[in-house]
T-cell receptor
């Protein structure tokens, strides 16, 4: 079971870089690591996905070490609007029918302060 | 491009009633899932499907049925509503690799269900 573990909450100030780490010790060989952002009363929104090393897009970077047992989401220069819950998601292993299911962990509540 | 469309957006049911939450996507995604999110809590997987005709149970499947007759639609049926099923229900879809892994979900806007 690829259970994920993240810090429950983090505080940061506007303009700072925020790094959120997720542990996924039992990630499957062919699975990706995906991060989502969720605001209150909305569905989660895809931020970034990666398999290994480093991935960067217009909003974030994702760092994945060689053993892939953890990953770090990096948000550069956060603003108040980045206050949200952030989830990392990996497959929870194969079910008896051979399919992968995706179970969310508790996520990290990021609060950005002025 | 509509993405993932969920209907209705709000629903109030009486205990014991049944209903179907609708979910449709127009992105030709193979993989679809239903999650529920109770107030202040995380998302819990109810059922998922890796393609038409294939469904599987998640963490909390009891009290819910699903079917997947087409790639586009993945309805969730509540068999006999209970107050414990009061929650926000999210449908999500994604492309799937040959190995069956998920390439990142697109979520719908949710259905807020209250059971009284």
């Amino acid at each position: 079971l690829a259970k994920t573990t993240q810090p429950i909450s983090m505080d940061s100030y506007e303009g700072q870089e925020v790094n959120i780490t997720c542990s996924h010790n039992n990630i499957a060989t062919n699975d990706y690591i995906t991060w989502y952002q969720q605001f209150p009363s909305q569905g989660p929104r895809f931020i970034i996905q990666g398999y290994k090393t480093k991935v960067t897009n217009e909003v974030a970077s994702l760092f994945i070490p060689a053993d892939r047992k953890s990953s770090t989401l990096s948000l550069p220069r956060v603003s108040l609007s980045d206050t949200a819950v952030y989830y990392c998601l990996v497959g929870d292993g194969r079910s008896p029918s051979g399919t992968y299911k995706y179970i969310f962990g508790t996520g990290t509540r990021l609060k950005v302060l002025a | 491009n509509a993405g993932v469309t969920q209907t209705p957006k709000f629903q109030v049911l009486k205990t014991g009633q049944s209903m179907t939450l609708q979910c449709a996507q127009d992105m030709n995604h193979e993989y679809m899932s239903w999650y529920r999110q109770d107030p202040g809590m995380g998302l819990r997987l109810i059922h998922y499907s890796v393609g038409a005709g294939i469904t599987d149970q998640g963490e909390v499947p009891n009290g819910y049925n699903v079917s997947r007759s087409t790639t586009e639609d993945f309805p969730l049926r509540l068999l006999s509503a209970a107050p414990s099923q009061t929650s926000v229900y999210f449908c999500a879809s994604s492309y799937s690799s040959i190995a069956g892994t998920n390439y990142g979900y697109t979520f719908g806007s949710g259905t807020r269900l209250t059971v009284v």
